[in-house]
Structures are given as structure tokens and as C-alpha cells.
């Protein structure tokens, strides 16, 4: 009875159907080690039915569900199966809404979110919209443009893929013309696109990419401004190329990377996922050598120093569609916002000097970001955009 009983309890959670009388029920089922062989079955099953948008990582999953048990971060002891743990905490956010672990300072506590706002005006969260700018400086709206081949240039097709990315297919690479495109994306917006030789691009809100149309000669080399996410295609015989801001490269065979470089930030980091990259300051020459799980932060006055101790996860969290926040400050938190959301942020009087935790989807409304701080202690006003296009307004308050 025990199993079966288990079993609808997961399927009714996962189908969004657990009273609360249900999850309470599962909760306690869970915490019972007797019954972990029976729970490991389903969530092993559950795991391998999941799209990867929904896979959470070690660290965030252990975050959820240990706050979801009200127990320190020990999910290792009670569930020996990692991707166990993960699936369990998936489980809990899709049945239950989505958990927060808020004010780091002191005793941490859960809140379940909910669509309800302050003031009943919330803001949408932002979508693939781009803007690509051909070589003879023509501009298409990427999120308006039909699907199929929407330019040609000399040798190469620009596509538009069905699922809204774009790529290059180039019919003669060794006598195709060198032609620079630029892909711009909006504060709301973001876009994925595939270059020439195959390396796949994730562009955040607020950034750009500069790239030929084809790579020739001994290296591919673009340029971005804002945030990107690389998985470069290997080859040896052509490094692959990034220059950040005109202040500094990134030079790679084949790897995974992710560079922030927004002009708000202090540092620019490029974050190595796995392979090898090196990080250049064009301004003072210095290089790192960067392993996956290590950071090269670059400052203003050119040096470089490298930040070992990093949740990577956290780092590309915006492409896997997530706001993951770990100990992060009200500016930090609201610089994102303000990318994602499209809005400007103001604050009146003191800015709270608290640090908040919390794992959000990108998909939600701009409300649910904010809960994680309104639970500290903090106020929002929020202003809507204006029908002529104009951006919203969240005010911080003291």
C-alpha cells in the first residue's frame, strides 16, 4: 500500500493535483528512510521523463529540498542518489509553486510563491527578440521574421530556424566573401544562434555579437558586448576567438564558456565550463589560463585575477532559463531585473545591506523575483511601460 501510495502522491504533485493535505502527506513520506528504495524507483523514472529545462543541478536541488524538509543541506545522507534529490526537489517546485531561500543572515525560511502583487500591476518576463544587422547594414526583427532562409549574402544564407534560432549555411566557405553580421538583443530580450563553423551562441538581454558571415584565414574571431554563452566547435588548426569590449580576448579550440561583460558590473568574467580557454587583457597584456570550474575576472585597470571558489550553475543559470541567486545583494539582484524585465530601477532612501538566496524561473512574472526580497523586509513600487514603447519603473523601498 505503502508503494502504490507513494507513487499517486508523486504523479499528483508532478500534474500540479497534491492538495495540501497531499504534499504534506509526501513530505513526511520522504523524510522516512524506509521508504527511500520506494521513492528512488519513481524518481529515477521521473528524472529520465524530464526535458532539460526542468534538470537542476546538485547544489540546487540540495538547496531546495533540504529547505523543503526543514533540515541543514545534507540531502547526501538521506539520498545517496544525486539526480534522486534533484528529481524530488523538481517534484515539489512543479507540484507546489517555487520555494525561496531568503535572508541569508539568520534562520532561513521557505515561502511559497504565488501570482498575487503588490498593487495588482506585475511585468511580463522577456522573450527571444533580436535584431540582426546584415553588412550592407539592412536590419531584420529577428522575433518577427519568417522561418526559412531570410538573407542571403554572397555565398551564405542566413536561416531562421523552426525553433527561432538562427545559423549560417555557407555553400562554398573557401571562396565565400568575408561579410560581418551583428546580432543585437534588447533589455527583455535574448536569442541563440548557430555561426558558420557550427559553434552554437547564447546572446543574454542587453548584448551583442559581432561575427563574419564565414570564417577564413588561421583563426574565427568575434566580438561581444553583455553576456554570452559559447559551445565552440573544436578544431586545432583554428582557434576560435573572443574579443570582449575592445579590453580583452578569449582565445579557444573547443570548449564551453560563458563571458559576462556588462557595462554595470565591475569585473568582466569569463566563467570555463569545460576544456580550456585563455583570457588576454588587451590593456596590460596579463593571461590566465582558465580550468572548467574556474572564473578570470578582469578589472578596470586591466589585471586578472581568478575566482576558484563558484557555483558555475549559478553563472549560467540565465540559459537554462533560471534566476539562481546565492548570497547575492538587493543591486546585484536588481541589475538582472533590469535586463530581463526591461525596466529601470530606482531606489529611495537606504539600500538594504542584506544578502538573498532563491531559485526563480526567467519565465515568471517580474513579482515573483521580487517575493524573494519582499519576504526580507523590502518594498517595490512597480510602474507599468508606457503603450509607445516605453520601459516599466520598479522603485526600491526603504
Known sequence: MTDQRINYLLD???????????????SSLIRQATNDEKIKRHM???????????????????KILSAILDK????????????????????????AGTYFLFRDKGKKEIVKTNNKTPQNIDLPPGGNKAVLTLADNRTIVLDNAQNGTIAEQGNTKVLKLNDGQIAYDVSDEKHAEILYNTITTPRGGQYQLTLSDGSKVWLNAASSIRFPTAFAGNKRKVEITGEAYFEVTKNAAVPFIVEVNGMQEVEVLGTHFNINAYP?????????????????????HDQQLLLPGEQAQLTPNGHIYINKNLDVSEVIAWKNGQFVFDSADVKSIMRQVSRWYNVDIIYEGKISKETYSGIVSRNNNVSEVLKIMQQGGLMFRIEESTPAGGVGKITVLE
Open 12 to 26: 499528483q504533485c508532478i500534474r500540479g493535483l497534491c492538495t495540501e493535505a497531499e504534499k504534506e502527506e509526501l
Open 44 to 62: 529515477e523514472k521521473t528524472w529520465a521523463s524530464l526535458s532539460e529545462e526542468y534538470k537542476l543541478n546538485d547544489i540546487q536541488s540540495v
Open 72 to 95: 541543514e543541506p545534507v540531502v547526501h545522507y538521506m539520498f545517496p542518489w544525486k539526480r534522486i534529490a534533484a528529481a524530488a526537489a523538481i517534484i515539489i517546485l512543479m507540484g
Open 264 to 284: 554595470d558590473e565591475s569585473t568582466i568574467n569569463t566563467t570555463l565550463l569545460e576544456g580550456s580557454v585563455k583570457v588576454t587583457s588587451l590593456m596590460t
